[in-house]
């Protein structure tokens, strides 16, 4: 099966708002970028394809699995990484060596070179790393068992432009082989223009468009323009 992703009539609900997406495959090997406003929904999506939130109804499948009831087997295949997913208190070589012994497929040789290319002492303390330095071991722990599915909320926080590309770059140069898909959300419209395959547009809790940038973009100069309409037409 290509279809790495399959949503069948999903809901979830949180108070007032419901994500509803009747119908979304995702192929086997592709980058997708999510975007939309704050409270569109693209967190609580991600967190669902995860396995780290129930729906309300529906049928969701990633990699063949039912990422809630078989949460265990997904997460030994799927990467997930938000701005805010917790680190333990220990020196990073110690934490990588923890981490690894959760994973089948964890690759120490790629966990040394991903610290080395984004400047991390393996030998220091994640408490005393800064914001922009927790961002990028996160980004280590994501991807140092060669997920086959990346999952990734707002993952540059914290990082200026440059940094912010570059680790972009290091995600994809990582996945790139044509087997592993990245799923990404973030509010840089940029860094989506410039690295997905396929956007997602949501506007509370509804996929309204779902192509590449440019047709994403309808007509608009581009993709961030577009997403500007998008939110005064809800203010």
Not at 57 to 76: K, M, S, Y
Not at 121 to 144: F, H, N, Y
Not at 207 to 230: F, H, I, K
Request: glycine share 8%.
């Amino acid at each position: 099966m290509n279809d790495v992703v399959t949503i069948d009539a999903l809901r979830v609900r949180r108070g007032a708002f419901l994500l509803d997406i009747p119908r979304l495959t995702i192929e086997r090997g592709t980058v997708v970028g999510l975007v939309g406003r704050n409270g569109a929904g693209k967190s609580t999506l991600l967190q669902v394809l995860a396995g780290l939130a129930p729906s309300d109804a529906g049928a969701v499948r990633v990699l063949g699995l039912d990422p809630w009831r078989q949460g265990a087997e997904v997460r030994a295949r799927a990467g997930w990484m938000s701005d805010d997913m917790p680190l333990w208190a220990m020196r990073i070589d110690d934490l990588l060596a923890s981490l690894a012994g959760f994973y089948r497929t964890w690759d120490p040789a790629l966990a040394a070179e991903l610290c080395a290319r984004l400047e991390l002492d393996p030998k220091r303390g994640v408490g005393s790393l800064s914001k922009g330095e927790q961002t990028r071991i996160r980004l280590v722990v994501t991807l140092a068992f060669r997920p086959e599915i990346v999952l990734l909320d707002e993952p540059a926080t914290g990082l200026d432009v440059p940094a912010r590309r570059a680790l972009l770059d290091l995600v994809l140069g990582v996945v790139r082989d044509g087997t592993r898909t990245v799923i990404l959300s973030s509010h840089q419209i940029d860094d989506v223009e410039r690295i997905a395959d396929r956007v997602l547009l949501l506007e509370w809790g509804r996929l309204v468009a779902d192509g590449t940038a440019a047709e994403v973009a309808a007509g608009a100069p581009n993709l961030e323009e577009r997403l500007a309409a998008s939110q005064r037409s809800l203010l």
